[in-house]
């Protein structure tokens, strides 16, 4: 038995000014056949889980691509051809079954939906070929998806530490159903509901509810998988927004009840989906005149994770202002701050205009440096190892990486756009977060995976960015309408 065993992620954010190339996802990693299973065989991904269940039945496994960039905006038609040319042509060689590592909100220049349209086209190829499927939570489920496969799941968790676990149950559910032993049948469908990312952390409601239903669905007999995906709001394409998918064997009823009762309670909860705003100024001074440290501090409209440039420096100059101290902050986007640390050196004194290097045409602001003076500390290459819950065992690419110290803070200054989910984005620099009174990361949710132990509390500053959870800033043409809350609708 051939098995075809594929990674191809990103979420876009179509608000974002940074392109998605084939470079970027280079820069992430992109592998291609042996290399490909080298980087994940082993790791706490979908695809580590994949190429374990393959082993396990004595499969051959074919890699014809695993690639994943930090998100941005559009992926470029010829970055989107290097990521499904490979896995189309190794289907037309020949292979039993597949088993994709997707996100479901790739959104390119040649398609709105990157993830509907690979699968159709491998369905085109090979029209009854087993598929699985994992997609993300904040996954924009689309019909071309789930008629173009034979079983689908999404993560349960945000930050998604369980990665492997749905890897795992949906892979050995399509090992079982070409065995006979089940015959997977879906059902899906959508609320109109445009939910913000920021109010999708699954350990908070709402989104903590819709987790719970699915997991009590998967304890009914006939359950294969029960999925609640958030979606992914800042991707405007028609299907953006929450939706709900529900496996059993062979029993559509079922099927079709759990995923009406689920997404009911989706709709029921979406005021609890929007998030709520409050002066920048008052949350640092609220923060300042707290004495017990760690205290996170998330920058979360600039975060990279959700293809945000990662150079607006709007919340750090607040912070600088009212004169916060033992501030690590983790990240800042500047290669080319970068390249004047390493000409000074480290131990020498620099005075830079940080950041700002980015104009956000779409929410109309323009690149606004901060003039800051520091010792560069550290300079480096950038690269670790995840050791955390989620990414387990995956390497980083920072790219030429320093840290400036101003005295009050110790700012972690990156050439590769990286969000700080694990807490290698300073150990790897020789800071020590844990001893930190405050920690500024441009993170929405994902940091909870490596710094929540640490936080003594936690607050959410409302700086400027492309991943803005103020709707008003953004101009939406191609989400369907109506939908809430960009329209006020009483009945879903």
């Keep these: 038995m051939r098995i075809l065993i594929a990674m191809m992620k990103h979420e876009t954010n179509t608000f974002s000014p940074i392109v998605a190339d084939w470079k970027r996802f280079q820069d992430w990693g992109a592998h291609l056949g042996e290399e490909a299973l080298k980087a994940y065989e082993g790791t706490a991904m ?149 939910s913000q990312t920021l109010c999708q952390g699954t350990d908070d409601e709402p989104m903590a509810t819709l987790i719970r239903m699915c997991k009590e669905a998967e304890q009914d007999e006939g359950v294969i998988a029960a999925t609640a995906f958030g979606g992914f709001a800042l991707a405007d394409m028609k299907d953006s927004g929450n939706s709900v998918i529900i496996v059993t064997d062979g029993d559509q009823q079922k099927a079709d009840s759990i995923r009406d009762r689920i997404l009911a309670k989706a709709w029921e909860l979406r005021d609890d989906f929007i998030y709520k705003h409050a002066p920048l100024e008052e949350k640092v001074a609220e923060a300042k005149a707290m004495t ?144 930190k009174r405050y920690i500024v990361l441009k993170s929405r949710i994902h940091y909870r995976a490596g710094f929540a132990p640490l936080a003594k509390a936690t607050l959410r500053l409302d700086g400027k960015g492309v991943t803005t959870s103020d709707n008003t800033l953004l101009d939406y043409k191609n989400v369907r309408r109506p939908i809430y809350p960009l329209d006020l609708i009483n009945e879903a």
């Excluded at 912070?319 to 020498?348: C, F, H, S, T, Y």
């Design 292 to 435: 017990e440290g760690p205290v996170i501090l998330l920058d979360h409209a600039d975060n990279c994770g959700s293809g945000a440039t990662q150079d607006v420096m709007t919340v750090i100059a607040e912070i600088q202002r009212q004169g916060l101290e033992d501030v690590a902050v983790g990240a800042v986007w500047d290669p080319e701050a970068v390249r004047e640390m390493q000409k000074a050196g480290i131990g020498n004194t620099v005075t830079l205009k940080l950041g700002g290097k980015t104009d956000m045409p779409s929410i109309n602001e323009v690149g606004e440096p901060l003039v800051i003076t520091g010792k560069v500390k550290v300079l480096s290459d950038g690269e670790w190892t995840v050791r955390g819950p989620m990414y387990t065992g995956v390497k980083v690419f920072m790219g030429p990486t320093a840290v400036l110290d101003t005295g009050k803070m110790e700012i972690v200054i990156v050439s590769n756009h990286h969000e700080p989910w694990d807490q290698g984005v300073f150990t790897s620099v020789g800071i020590q977060p844990e001893h």
């Design 46 to 194: 979908p695809m580590g889980a994949y190429i374990e269940l393959a082993r396990s039945v004595g499969a051959e496994i074919v890699t014809p691509v695993a690639a994943e960039a930090m998100p941005a905006g559009l992926v470029t038609e010829d970055a989107y051809n290097h990521l499904v040319d490979p896995i189309l042509d190794a289907v037309r060689e020949g292979v039993d079954a597949a088993m994709l590592d997707l996100h479901g909100a790739m959104v390119s220049e040649v398609t709105s939906d990157g993830e509907g349209t690979l699968l159709e086209r491998i369905r085109e190829i090979d029209p009854d070929l087993p598929i699985a499927v994992t997609l993300d939570l904040h996954c924009n489920l689309t019909e071309k998806m789930v008629s173009n496969c034979t079983t689908l799941i999404g993560y349960k968790t945000y930050p998604h530490v369980d990665m492997y676990e749905v890897g795992k149950q949906i892979g050995q559910a399509l090992l079982d159903s070409m065995d006979g032993k089940v015959k997977p049948v879906m059902s899906w469908g959508n609320v109109p509901v445009l």
